[in-house]
């Protein structure tokens, strides 16, 4: 039975797009999540409500008023209040079999690689490019993939990278030559695109913990609301 405790029919409408085999896998799957503002709220939330069995969730961040926009997590009563508990009260009320671990702390060389002690996988959700290329090489010590995703007004991207994968290379240039941050700085970020993008992510987080389905390894998916344009460019 897909983990024990959980209320008879909650996953019924996952079947048969998901098979009770892949609950299960899904059930005993570790997923690492880095940021939980507007991208990390949503994927958190998606994968919680699909039956991923542990979350670690990591941000050292509280909730600002300009966060209302566009961050799931965020309401007017939990302004001040540290995104990562909110992030695990929010996980445990849509679905209690999730186990929740919470890092309440800014990502950095010297704590990163235990954060994600224990996961199959990694979530990028950060807002600065060196910090995703310091994920990037964590991940790629750990030996685990990651799911990446950016926005900017109302485009994304999104991409998974490997170890040993040439990853944010292919898309920003070398780290020493890659800008802090990117162009939302100008755009902003719009609440419909990051919920796209979350759920990009989520979609391909499932994929790559069940070995199934045309995961964007070495593609990159841009997406324009704007212009409803949408392309997988391949970068190999």
């Known amino acids: ?11 019924d409408r996952n079947f048969n797009t998901i098979s009770l085999d892949e609950q299960e896998i899904l059930a005993q799957s570790h997923v690492a999540v880095i ?21 670690t969730l990591v941000d050292g961040d509280v909730f600002d008023i300009t966060n209302l926009n566009r961050q799931l997590l965020s309401c007017e009563k939990n302004i001040g209040y540290p995104k990562a508990r ?3 009260e929010r996980v445990g ?4 079999s999730t186990q929740v671990n919470i890092r309440q702390a800014y990502a950095d060389e010297t704590n990163l690689y235990g954060m994600i002690a224990g996961a199959d996988l990694v979530v990028d959700c950060l807002d600065t490019i060196d910090t995703r290329f310091l994920l990037q090489k964590i991940a790629r010590k750990a030996g685990l993939p990651l799911v990446s995703g950016a926005i900017a007004g109302v485009s994304g991207q999104v991409m998974v990278i490997f170890p040993g994968d040439l990853g944010y290379e292919l898309i920003y240039g070398k780290k020493r ?7 939302e700085t100008i755009t902003g970020n719009i609440s419909y695109c990051a919920l796209f993008v979350a759920s990009i992510q989520a979609s391909e987080c499932i994929k790559v913990l069940l070995k199934r389905g045309n995961i964007l390894r070495n593609k990159l998916l841009i997406a324009d609301l704007g212009s409803n344009s949408f392309e997988v460019m391949e970068l190999v």
């Open 35 to 55: 940021g939980l503002g507007g991208l990390g709220g949503g994927v958190c939330e998606m994968l919680a409500r699909t039956g991923v069995g542990t979350l």
């Open 93 to 96: 009320a849509v679905n209690s």
């Open 86 to 88: 909110v992030a695990k």
């Open 177 to 183: 030559e890659a800008q802090s941050r990117g162009i």
């Open 1 to 11: 039975m897909v983990r024990q405790g959980v209320t008879q029919g909650r996953y």
